[in-house]
């Protein structure tokens, strides 16, 4: 056999085999994900998407997939990037036998370019805590879901927060609260709502972008040792979120007034900086920790018969809890829809008509495994960012862990409301949607 | 034996003249337009569409255009990036204000506008030369992004500063969004390609594409024999920018649908075109083409091959990936530092002697 007819045998060989891995004809649920385990933005990435697999890996095993139906998880590397995450999309989305039956962006850039493609293809985007906030409006988009908190409600509970610092609405007049943005749709978001709080509570605000990816951000923390904000909001994601903590450990700036969004609070961003870290805020919607009982079953029917996707002393950390409870609602979602249409061949729409009637209360969490991990969720046609309460979190750098300090924080639906309303508005008249009645 | 031009006579200036003078290079080209005009469009699937055409297309018409100006004129620009955001938003504001409008005519006034920047930027290579002339067009780079992402009117003050492009119909047919057919959005992309990649080629062999090359190779010695540099100079930065800034509408209307500036257009995009015409070959229209088939389309391939093909997990072959693609530029520019069109053009040499080479 010559080099050529090598080659030729091996060409052969790669493009046959996807050929024979699809050959199995049992029906299999497909569970894409958008992951990146390169580039500026890996550190944040690979623990949620190890979170997100580890917990479907374990269903399948514990529970043979879900009504005992497999789970088929496929990936896709973006890399953070738009242009990757379209190739990532068209390739999973038609994946045999179910298709996509529901499709997580991880990336706001990318969500915004899947919004108009999901009602065509009929795959809905579960955009858990990021993404445009508006979709919160079912009526608009009714193939989006991004609850259980958007970030225009976290940027109300974050004020909020403040506000019980330091001692109600009115004494925030006057004060100043400065945002760190990564400069782009996803840090843009909370603008608005925080701009619009601002007129209504009195406090001076102000935006500090950041570019792409972030490593540069002396200027920035300058003027903030300069013009000395009372409080610094963070919305930053991947190797921006530990930079800014160091330049601000750098600064003096006191860390408990310093609070990031809930995609700034992972022990990969605050670690870096060492015990200078101690007391740094986050926004969080679940506890942190690798306690529950559902970690156990990870740990047993994944990690020991080395399944696991990462390492096992990582489990329990804040972005891969945010994985395991993006895949907790998934797969309820799929039960949900299961449960309504009857049949366990479901398809993408069918899951939609289960992300749309999903309630995964109290009890509900406890069966899972995830008592107390989260609030209960319950969506419904016009509402589909769910309850929306966000909490905060603090950075203990001596126990190198994360506890909740606050209460969960109802949003402020008076700001948040008129914002969403107008602004799904405006989507829906640009790309002449007709709101559907709920 | 088969590839050879002995026996075909020319006996009028007109066949003298052609754009393709050899037979076999005309048929070829014929050939394949023929195949991506009649054949592709019936078995375009989505992902052939989205994922791989149309970004081969797009950047081969971006690596066109900077290869007017970097590979004929000689005026290394890094500015790219930035020049495709000016089509890119000029598209968009263009299509808020008519909506009704052409598309074919807001590409083409895209081009325009695009072309009227480029000029401005194109000033400073009257004076400066070389990678000083690079560092001014990074001015360029960064300053237009800037611009697009700070000044709210370029965004229609939208709240999240990305741009999103409205359904479009051409002749009854849409092209744009996601309601848009692959074949249509396909076929539109490949037209305006097609054209513009002819008329490139006609324009570097004419009047125009000769004062560029003379200003190229030697512009003291062009200013001699009587080329003006202010004009030879600026109309490479006109003729590039305005391909590029097509190449930007298109990319931004066509094939993302929705852009983000600081991501879309970044540096990096600047660079990524560059290494299009450095790997595909400067000074060759061919060149643009096998350049972008090689870096837009390998690493999907590989990609592919490795996560489809050999079950690897998808951030091990995020990493495989950029490490093969590195090794296999380097492994390119080693062979052959004028790029893949000379090694086309040697394996045409070659195909003369075929397939007896004594």
Redesign the interface.
């Known amino acids: 056999m010559n080099l050529r007819k090598l080659t030729g045998a091996a060409v052969a060989?790669?493009?046959a085999?996807?050929m024979f891995a699809s050959g199995a004809n049992a029906y299999e649920l497909v569970i894409p994900t958008l992951?990146?385990?390169?580039g500026p933005y890996a550190p944040n990435g690979?623990p949620v998407?190890n979170g997100f697999t580890d917990y479907l890996n374990m269903l399948n095993e514990r529970d043979g997939g879900i009504n005992g139906v497999k789970i088929k998880h496929v990936?896709?590397?973006t890399?953070y990037?738009?242009?990757k995450g379209?190739?990532c999309y068209?390739?999973i989305k038609n994946t045999s036998p179910s298709g996509a039956l529901a499709i997580q962006p991880l990336s706001?850039?990318i969500t915004?370019?899947l919004i108009?493609?999901a009602?065509?293809?009929e795959v809905p985007i579960f955009s858990m805590g990021y993404g445009?906030?508006s979709a919160a409006n079912g009526k608009v988009f009714p193939w989006v879901f991004n609850f259980p908190a958007t970030y225009w409600s976290q940027a109300t509970a974050l004020v909020q927060y403040i506000a019980d610092q330091e001692g109600g609405f009115d004494a925030l007049k006057g004060k100043k609260i400065y945002l760190v943005y990564h400069?782009?749709?996803y840090g843009?978001?909370p603008?608005?709502t925080l701009e619009a709080m601002a007129d209504k509570f009195g406090y001076e605000f102000r935006g500090l972008p950041v570019?792409?990816p972030g490593q540069e951000q002396k200027a920035t923390w300058l003027q903030i040792r300069k013009e000395k904000p009372d409080w610094v909001l963070m919305w930053g994601w991947g190797v921006m979120n530990q930079v800014a903590i160091k330049e601000a450990a750098s600064i003096r700036f006191p860390m408990d007034h310093f609070i990031g969004v809930w995609w700034s609070g992972s022990e990969n961003d605050v670690m870096p900086a060492g015990d200078a870290a101690d007391g740094y805020l986050s926004g969080a919607f679940h506890a942190p920790g690798g306690g529950f009982p559902v970690h156990d079953d990870i740990r047993k029917h994944v990690y020991d018969k080395g399944l696991g996707k990462g390492d096992r002393d990582r489990i329990g950390e804040v972005l891969y809890n945010r994985g395991t409870v993006a895949a907790m609602w998934t797969t309820e979602a799929i039960r949900k829809a299961m449960e309504i249409h009857g049949t366990k061949e479901v398809t993408g729409k069918h899951v939609r008509d289960g992300f749309e009637a999903l309630d995964v209360d109290e009890a509900r969490l406890e069966e899972l495994g995830l008592g107390g991990f989260t609030y209960p969720v319950k969506i419904t046609c016009e509402n589909h960012e769910g309850p929306g309460k966000v909490a905060v979190q603090q950075w203990d750098a001596k126990a190198k862990q994360w506890n909740i300090v606050s209460k969960f924080y109802e949003p402020l639906r008076d700001i948040t409301g008129p914002l969403i309303e107008a602004?799904s508005a405006?989507y829906a008249a640009?790309?002449?949607v007709t709101p559907r009645d709920c | 034996m088969f590839y050879r031009e002995s026996g075909q006579l020319k006996s009028s200036y007109i066949s003298d003249q052609a754009m393709f003078p050899i037979a076999q290079d005309r048929w070829f080209v014929i050939g394949v337009l023929a195949l991506a005009f009649l054949v592709v469009p019936f078995v375009i699937n989505e992902y052939w569409a989205n994922a791989i055409l149309l970004p081969f297309l797009v950047y081969a018409l971006a690596a066109l255009g900077l290869n007017i100006l970097t590979g004929y004129c000689g005026q290394v620009s890094l500015g790219t990036g930035a020049f495709m955001a000016v089509g890119a938003y000029a598209s968009f504001k263009l299509v808020g204000f008519f909506p009704e409008a052409n598309f074919l005519i807001v590409l083409a006034l895209s081009g325009v506008v695009t072309a009227a920047v480029g000029m401005i930027f194109g000033l400073p290579s009257l004076r400066i030369k070389g990678f000083y002339l690079a560092v001014a067009t990074l001015a360029a780079q960064f300053f237009l992004v800037w611009m697009f992402n700070k000044v709210g009117w370029f965004y229609d003050y939208n709240l999240t500063g990305m741009i999103t492009v409205r359904p479009i119909d051409f002749f009854g047919i849409q092209i744009t969004g996601p309601e848009a057919t692959p074949a249509a959005k396909y076929l539109f992309t490949l037209t305006v390609v097609a054209v513009l990649a002819l008329s490139a080629k006609n324009i570097v062999r004419g009047r125009v594409g000769r004062e560029w090359m003379a200003i190229r190779d030697m512009d003291i010695a062009a200013e001699l024999i009587g080329i003006r540099p202010l004009q030879a100079k600026l109309s490479a930065f006109a003729v590039s920018s305005f391909y590029i800034g097509v190449a930007g509408a298109l990319y931004f209307a066509v094939y993302l649908g929705s852009v983000e500036p600081v991501e879309a257009f970044d540096i990096n995009q600047s660079f990524y075109v560059l290494f299009i015409i450095i790997i595909g070959g400067l000074g060759s229209v061919l060149g643009a083409f096998l350049g972008s088939a090689f870096i837009v389309l390998i690493p999907i391939l590989l990609k592919n091959i490795m996560v489809g093909g050999m079950g690897f997990g998808s951030g091990m072959a995020g990493h495989v990936e950029i490490l093969l693609m590195g090794m296999l530029i380097i492994f390119f520019l080693i062979v052959e530092p004028h790029g893949l069109a000379r090694l086309w053009q040697i394996a045409k040499e070659k195909l003369r002697l075929w397939p007896f080479p004594h």
């Open positions: 060989a790669v493009l085999l996807p992951d990146y385990r390169t690979i998407a990936d896709c590397e890399g990037n738009t242009k379209v190739e068209e390739k706001t850039g915004y370019q108009p493609k009602s065509v293809d445009r906030t400069n782009s749709a843009k978001e603008i608005r570019d792409h602004d405006a640009e790309n002449n």
